[in-house]
């Protein structure tokens, strides 16, 4: 039977190796995501003769499997309590790092049911549903946001990743809609900034949808505040969740530790710097190094690690001594070199003097009262005065002796640890020559720091023979502790260079720095101490009575190498007190501990110091948190217990509410920063362990930011390269290892990445990461930190993964377009489609290859800016793209029947797209796409040509000539007709309709059908946009020259007919002219303005002057038969006035007929009323002047050849009347010849001139002759018979009607 005892120290030694196990296991063999599994009994307890005697094996293995999870549990949570003790001091006593205030805003992630929210607020208001007021051109917007946005699978992975925030949605709507906004015209008094801003304010109204805002703004508040600067308790609450600690266990930790004391955190924070340097020390003696790419930098690492604890030491010293208290700086100590004060145990440090050691005090005395105040008449005033010697005096208010109250409170500094207090009680003179007040009574007190604070009554030391022999005054006296005066008292002390005689002195330990305290002594009314003796060095313990010494009943001894100091108090509790403040001071790693408790622990005796550890873990078991609180961080492998702490707040961090792609909260930074610091984890361990996460979790479809990347692998490449900003540093084989390994993982992330370009970075979101990525590539493929990569070696690869990216994309489109699926789920029914199905597939597929690459050039061509030839892999990524487009396509295309036309749009949609973008106009895929089309293009001219100049024939010799109204100007992107190809003859063209809602009259249906083909094919072909400049011209060239051919057989045949259809026209004055012959003249005017239209040939000067002598054939032409038409419609009315004119010739004077007309009318005119002969002609004519005059203007279109036909028509009439009248020159004209003659004359002038001919024309010399011949014959008239004119003059001035 064992010894209990044993028992209990073999328990003690089995729970230190599993802790060991646990703790300070190598992390860099175990799993990232659980912790080492714990090391088999080498004794073999799972024998082949255990499972022999096992009667079920399974039931076995169950049950060691369960106990093997509830192990590995244990062992965990015992690693995570562990870990959260050194988390706590970290937050609880920082002294390296502070929460960094300058980190980017993290923005609140967006989650599934967002997202689909979000679907339904905006297709409600793309539905009308809400009462949002907006334009056309705002919901066009919207509804292409949520058609190629919202609805976009990569936008919800993106979401499902956590990469996503209502920020991103914003940005993504606001770069669309100023791209739209910039396209839409200037308003005059309407800015396109004005635009801008209402249309945003649109979309956060819809983005809101109809929620509650008025809790919105606290929670923005909260997150703001938890996303910037975080107190303690909500960091210690923070990791309490990162790492799985219940609150019980965070309060008994937070006791235990007491974090809430700033002397203990410091204490234990110089023990932990200690253990480091003792450690360092240790290692350099026995050699052990890490293993390190060179030998010379076993000693550098030494250096390394005195340094970093030495910079802990000057960080620590730097910080005011106590926190919360009055403002209390440290004062910098007078020393030559910072490295030998840092360095515990020189034999050269500076020593304090009593300078340095300043205290200051504040004193509050409050009076309240006297009693047993009799030898003052009661109506007496009093008062009391108080001082602290050396100091200022102050008074109290006055009061009657009757009833000597105050309550007043003075307050007083002073640098005296024991000050001297005086409290004196007047009453005022009533003598006239008294000088001074009468004292009554007065007390002295001698407070320390320890003194009661409450009131107290103290006796007065009264003058003598004063009747007041019991007078009291009550009065407090509070004198406040400065923050750096850790305790104080009266203890007896004896030491060997100080305080030689064994005596009681008043003691302070004061803290004059982080690192230096002093024990000083202090008589009465002295600020400066009587003797002092620094700390550092020394060790302290409790100790037995010393029999010799008298005086002090607990004893306690500092001790240092060359000199020991004895203290003694008076009770127990006063020396716990002082030895505990003095342990914190020294900073030593042993732990005093009562020698009757370590008795009580330890009944066998033996050395008592052995047995401490086991009386505070049975202390603490009670609760279980001694054996955390208690160990030695020196002891345990921090770059594991990093590694996992890292990875918990990381996993935390990446499932929070915010969109924070791998960056660690400030808070959270701020606790990495200290841990690294305080408990030496290296720089690259950190960066590497932090690659390695980011990788994982990135290669997992989190979004993490490539900057964050970046930043953490230059830390390690210029670690491992050694070329740190801060010199050259130890680089271990583990490291350098390491470094190599996620370098690789690394390249091949981000190459797969720049593959996926469309789908991890959805949209250019994140916010150049694209860019960020093309960057941190460069810098992975450099061999070292110092040689630049080549720029072509960055280009090979970003090439290749751009092919990659090609075929990716165009496999996902193709997917989602429904092709390929449809192809392999039922290839029958493919292959029987129709190939108006196909073309009407790979038009769609098209149209989203255009949008692919638009996406791609609007929202991923940020890498021209790191890179300048980013936009030319680009293209070649686009042109690899179009390529696999073009099987498809040319699939469709072989697919269609001969001389079909419908794939001309799949021509303009594409080569619209193509033609604007700089680098694929005329690439491969573009070129290819016009060897497709250029036969099918020839091929549909020559058909069209040959169909018009077919219908030409064939309808002007079944034309009716019947006017009809255009659509040339006014349908101007009519499609054009089809074509249908037949195997012998041309087609023949349908007949052209006219619509019913048109105004304007012009030519024939022929000549209309015939100009709007013309139009419609030139249209088409310029719609095209050709590409190639020769081909194009070649095109324009044709379809000009084609037009030229077919408006002069037009005009011709149109000329001939028009010849024909006049002469069958009559001659006398009931011709009216046909409206058959205006719709031909019409034709001759269409023909001329549609030759400037459809003839004229853009060009060079030479080319241009070359095709203007073709082109004027046809004007010449145009113009020739104008002149022709003109001159046979003149010379047919013409030929009605000749007509009446050989009526009129009748009447000439020596003929038979006008004798007797003349007879007759005389005769008659006695008789009855004769009516006038001659006039009716007249009116006829007239009357056939006016109709056809009004038929041509109304019918004929073109006002400048009216004005040409009436000019000559008005010169031709004269004329023929100057003939009529220069043959009868010798003859005088009958009466009504000249009556017949006036009125046509005159009426045919004022018609003219009304119609617009010019006065030149309208009183030319034939005019002149003809109006001088009839003014003779009238005035001949007036004198031989002058009533027989009836008022019919040549004067302007006559008012006949008619």
């Known amino acids: ?359 200051s005090f504040t004193l509050e005395i409050v009076i309240m009262e006297v009693q047993g105040l009799k030898s003052v008449a009661p109506n007496r005033i009093v008062y009391c005065t108080m001082e602290v010697e050396g100091g200022e005096k102050l008074q109290t208010d006055q009061a009657e002796a009757s009833r000597p109250q105050w309550g007043t409170q003075g307050d007083f500094t002073t640098t005296h640890p024991r000050p001297v207090v005086k409290v004196k009680l007047f009453t005022e003179s009533t003598g006239v020559l008294a000088l001074e007040d009468k004292e009554l009574g007065r007390v002295v007190l001698y407070p320390t720091s320890n003194s009661s604070k409450s009131p107290d009554l103290h006796k007065m030391i009264v003058p003598k023979n004063s009747q007041d022999s019991d007078l009291k005054i009550k009065l407090a006296v509070r004198m406040d502790k400065p923050p750096h005066m850790k305790h104080c008292g009266y203890l007896y002390a004896l030491g060997q260079k100080v305080w030689k005689r064994w005596k009681k002195r008043y003691f302070v330990l004061v803290q004059v720095s982080q690192y230096t305290f002093a024990m000083c002594s202090y008589r009465e009314k002295k600020s400066e101490p009587q003797e002092l003796m620094q700390l550092e060095g020394y060790t302290v313990d409790y100790t037995a009575p010393h029999t010799g010494l008298q005086g002090g009943r607990m004893f306690f001894n500092a001790v240092k190498e060359g000199d020991t100091v004895i203290f003694a108090s008076d009770d127990e509790q006063d020396r716990i007190l002082w030895v505990q403040a003095m342990y914190r001071a020294t900073g030593q790693s042993y732990k005093p501990v009562p020698a009757s408790q370590a008795q009580k622990m330890n009944p066998k005796g033996g050395d008592v110091s052995a047995d401490i550890s086991p009386l505070y873990t049975d202390r603490g078991q009670k609760h279980g948190m001694e054996e955390f609180i208690s160990a030695n961080p020196c002891k345990f492998d921090h770059a594991f217990l990093f590694q996992l702490l890292q990875r918990q707040t990381l996993d935390h961090r990446l499932n929070d509410s915010y969109s924070c792609l791998g960056w660690f909260s400030p808070g959270q930074v701020f606790v990495l920063d200290e841990y690294c610091a305080r408990y030496g984890v290296r720089g690259c361990h950190r960066h590497l362990c932090y690659l390695n996460e980011l990788i994982e979790h990135s290669e997992n479809g989190s979004v993490i930011d490539p900057t964050l990347l970046h930043y953490s692998f230059a830390f390690c490449a210029s670690h491992v390269h050694g070329n740190r900003p801060d010199g050259i540093g130890t680089v271990s084989v583990e490291e350098k290892e390491r470094f190599e390994e996620i370098k690789d993982r690394l390249s091949s992330l981000l190459e797969n990445q720049i593959s996926h370009f469309r789908y991890c970075f959805p949209f250019g979101r994140p916010e150049g990461a694209l860019k960020a990525t093309l960057s941190l590539l460069e810098r992975v493929l450099m061999k070292d930190i110092a040689t630049p990569i080549p720029a072509e070696e960055v280009k090979k690869v970003v090439r290749k993964c751009l092919e990659k990216a090609a075929l990716i994309n165009y496999t996902r489109l193709t997917e989602y377009a429904k092709i390929e699926a449809t192809a392999e789920k039922d290839s029958e029914a493919m292959n029987q489609a129709t190939p108006a199905r196909k073309l009407e597939e790979v038009l769609h597929l098209a149209e989203l290859c255009i949008e692919v690459l638009q996406q791609n050039e609007e929202h991923h061509s940020e890498g021209r800016e790191a890179f300048a030839w980013w936009p030319e892999l680009l293209a070649e990524h686009a042109e690899k793209f179009l390529s696999l487009y073009s099987v498809d396509m040319d699939s469709a295309l072989e697919a269609q029947p001969q001389d079909s036309w419908d794939s001309f749009p799949l021509f303009q949609l594409l080569n619209n797209s193509l033609r604007n973008d700089t680098f694929l106009c005329n690439g491969k895929f573009h070129k290819h ?370």
Not at 307 to 335: C, H, T
Not at 1281 to 1296: F, N, R, V, W, Y
Request: aromatic fraction near 8%.
């Open 1 to 359: 039977m064992l010894d209990p005892s044993s028992s209990e120290e073999e328990s003690d030694e089995l729970l230190d190796e599993e802790r060991r196990d646990a703790l300070l296991a190598a992390g860099g063999g175990s799993s990232p995501r659980s912790l080492p599994p714990p090391p088999r009994d080498p004794r073999g307890r799972e024998g082949g003769a255990g499972r022999a005697a096992s009667p079920s094996p399974s039931v076995l293995s169950e049950g060691r499997e369960e106990q093997e999870r509830l192990q590995r549990e244990e062992r965990e949570k015992r690693l995570r309590l562990q870990l959260y003790v050194f988390i706590a001091r970290c937050i609880a006593h920082p002294f390296n790092a502070k929460q960094p205030t300058d980190m980017a805003r993290r923005q609140q992630k967006l989650n599934k049911q967002q997202l689909q929210t979000l679907k339904e607020r905006f297709q409600a208001f793309l539905n009308g549903e809400t009462q949002i007021v907006a334009d056309e051109a705002f919901c066009n917007a919207v509804r292409s946001y949520y058609e190629v946005f919202l609805k976009s699978d990569r936008v919800a992975r993106m979401v499902h990743s956590g990469g996503c925030s209502a920020n991103d949605f914003r940005d993504v709507f606001k770069k669309n809609i100023e791209k739209r906004v910039r396209s839409l015209p200037e308003i005059d008094g309407l800015s396109k900034e004005t635009v801008l801003s209402s249309w945003l304010a649109k979309y956060d109204a819809i983005y809101r949808g109809e929620e509650d805002f008025c809790k919105q703004p606290n929670r923005m508040a909260l997150s703001a505040v938890s996303e910037l600067i975080l107190s303690k308790e909500q960091l210690y609450e923070m990791f309490q969740q990162i790492l799985g600690i219940k609150k019980l266990e965070h309060q008994l930790i937070y006791n235990a530790c007491q974090l809430d004391n700033a002397d203990e955190q410091a204490a234990q924070i110089r023990r932990e710097l200690d253990g480091r340097l003792q450690l360092a020390e240790q290692m350099a003696r026995e050699r052990k190094f890490p293993k390190f790419i060179t030998r010379e930098m076993e000693n550098m690492y030494i250096e390394e690690l005195r340094s970093s604890v030495n910079l802990l030491m000057a960080n620590l010293e730097s910080l005011p001594v106590s926190k919360g208290g009055p403002e209390f700086k440290l004062q910098k100590l007078k020393r030559s070199q910072n490295s030998a004060f840092l360095d515990i145990g020189d034999e050269n440090e500076v020593q304090l003097s009593k300078s340095d050691v300043v205290l």
């Open 929 to 1298: 796409l016009q060897e497709i089309f250029v036969p099918m293009v020839i091929r549909y001219i020559d058909l069209m040509e040959s169909s018009i100049a077919q219908s030409i024939h064939r309808g002007l010799e079944q034309e009716s000539w019947q006017p009809v109204k255009s659509i040339t100007n006014s349908l101007p992107n009519v499609a054009l007709p089809k074509v249908p190809s037949l195997p012998l003859n041309l087609p023949q063209m349908p007949s052209f309709t006219t619509p019913t809602w048109m105004t304007s009259i012009n030519g024939s249906a022929t000549s209309e059908d015939l100009f709007w083909k013309l139009d419609a094919l030139q249209m088409f072909v310029f719609d095209l946009h050709w590409p190639e400049p020769e081909f194009a011209h070649h095109l324009e060239q044709r379809l000009k020259l084609m037009a030229t051919d077919m408006i002069e057989a037009c005009v011709k045949r149109t000329r001939i007919a028009f010849e024909v259809k006049l002469q069958k026209t009559n001659k006398s004055t009931d011709l009216r002219i046909p409206s058959s012959l205006c719709t031909m003249f019409n034709v001759l005017v269409d023909a001329k303005k549609q030759t400037a239209k459809l003839c004229i040939l853009e060009g060079g000067q030479e080319f241009a002057s070359q095709w203007q002598q073709y082109h004027s054939k046809i004007d010449d032409l145009v113009e020739e038969t104008v002149k022709e038409i003109i001159s046979l419609l003149v010379s047919k009315v013409v030929s009605v006035l000749e007509g009446v004119l050989s009526k009129l010739s009748r009447y000439d004077e020596g003929t038979f007929f006008s004798s007797l007309v003349s007879f007759t009318v005389k005769a008659a005119a006695k008789y009855v009323d004769v009516p006038k002969p001659g006039m009716d002609l007249a009116d006829t004519y007239i009357m056939f002047v006016r109709q056809n005059q009004d038929i041509l203007r109304e019918k004929v279109n073109e006002e400048m050849y009216i004005e040409k036909l009436f000019d000559q028509w008005y010169s031709g009439s004269m004329k023929v009347i100057c003939m009529w009248l220069a043959d009868r020159l010798d003859l005088q004209l009958h009466i009504y010849q000249l009556k017949t003659l006036i009125k046509i004359v005159k009426k045919t002038y004022r018609d003219f001139r009304l119609q617009g001919v010019m006065e030149g024309t309208l009183n030319s010399k034939t005019y002149d002759t003809v109006h001088s011949r009839l003014t003779v014959e009238e005035a001949t008239v007036s004198v031989t018979d002058a009533g027989g004119l009836q008022g019919i003059t040549m004067k302007d001035s006559d008012e006949e009607e008619g």
